[in-house]
């Protein structure tokens, strides 16, 4: 345990020093299979813009503390069995450059999406794959209240039912959201369509329709018109 704590200390120790680490000027996409916390700190990437983290071999366990070294990174893919945890990260470190978050990788867990969000104030666009978190994803999302995210992909395998007061709820947490994917008939609660209820409750308290539409199913999502969208 103790040693563990040591190279976790000396790691963000590291993730801090980029002036003492190999500058890879040139990069500006990077896809790894293979990478730890050690690794990634010997380097600094200063041009790099878009990151893809797929695979067992990756295990990162605090990238947060070398965001650092990714001063113009503006999209994360985690993917396939990577490990990279969010959560537990130090509240102090951000980056505001980070635009695009993917986490599909089967290690994720719901704490990682709360812990994301904070992470990353600015991010547009999101996309969550699991099976297994249920609704708990889109209430960390309202609970996080982010203001500039505009999409929002959470068609995850299997059934998933959103209600109406869950969709007014996020359309209330989130006031930029333009785009809500989900899987198909995820609308469909106890024989009601929840977009038509909020459709009810937005003309009842005269409230104005904004620019939202959901995308149902695995369908490519095309703009600007989309024949899988529902419109608000």
């Not at 563990?4 to 990077?30: D, M, N, P």
Request: aromatic share 6%; hydrophobic share 45%; with cysteine.
């Amino acid at each position: 345990m103790a040693s563990a704590a040591g190279e976790a200390k000396e790691t963000a120790r590291a993730a801090h020093a980029v002036g003492s680490a190999i500058v890879l000027g040139s990069l500006t996409s990077l896809e790894l299979h293979c990478a730890n916390d050690q690794m990634l700190a010997n380097f600094s990437f200063p041009r790099l813009q878009r990151l893809q983290l797929s695979g067992a071999g990756v295990k990162i366990s605090n990238l947060c503390a070398l965001l650092p070294r990714f001063p113009a990174l503006t999209m994360l893919a985690v993917g396939g069995d990577a490990t990279v945890p969010f959560a537990g990260r130090d509240s102090a470190l951000q980056s505001n450059a980070m635009t695009i978050l993917l986490l599909t990788s089967c290690t994720v867990a719901a704490d990682d999406i709360s812990a994301a969000l904070a992470a990353f104030p600015s991010l547009q666009a999101l996309t969550v794959m699991s099976a297994s978190f249920g609704l708990q994803p889109l209430f960390s999302i309202c609970s996080a209240r982010p203001k500039e995210l505009i999409l929002l992909d959470y068609r995850r395998p299997g059934t998933l039912s959103v209600g109406a007061e869950t969709l007014q709820w996020l359309l209330a947490s989130c006031p930029k959201l333009r785009v809500l994917m989900l899987p198909k008939n995820a609308l469909k609660v106890d024989g009601s369509d929840a977009l038509v209820e909020v459709r009810t409750f937005f003309a009842a308290t005269k409230q104005k329709n904004r620019d939202f539409s959901v995308h149902l199913g695995n369908s490519d999502h095309t703009v600007p018109s989309c024949t899988n969208c529902q419109q608000l």
